[in-house]
């Protein structure tokens, strides 16, 4: 007499449970895309570059060592080089990022 009961809870526990989980997956589904972070600096270059700009450049803080530095030049650069189809102006903005940070600008600015 109880076996009929307790199968028949399971059943139900076992639909109410695959219910919420079919309700929680829409619910999952319907949500807006928000990005967990922005992966670009995203507007145009200033014409004199600051060292704000430059940091966002190389993807580091403002306050950052040399080693750091050198670092995120390498690997931006290698994603940007002219030789690996790069643009010429972003590989002139980049090293001109890299000269800021590291305090070897001569406020020339990049040669485009």
């Known amino acids: 007499m109880a076996t009929p009961m307790i199968a028949g809870a399971a059943i139900a526990a076992a639909a109410y449970a695959g219910r919420y989980g079919i309700l929680a997956w ?25 060292r704000r700009e430059a940091a966002l450049i190389l993807g580091v803080r403002e306050s950052v060592v040399a080693e750091k530095v050198k670092e995120a030049h390498r690997r931006v650069m290698v994603a940007n080089h002219p030789d690996a189809g790069g643009s010429h102006y972003l590989a002139s903005k980049i090293n001109e990022a890299k000269e800021m940070m590291l305090g070897k600008s001569n406020n020339s600015g990049s040669a485009f």
């Open 26 to 50: 829409q619910a999952f589904k319907a949500r807006p895309r928000v990005p967990r972070m922005r992966r670009f600096y995203e507007g145009g270059f200033q014409a004199a570059m600051t």
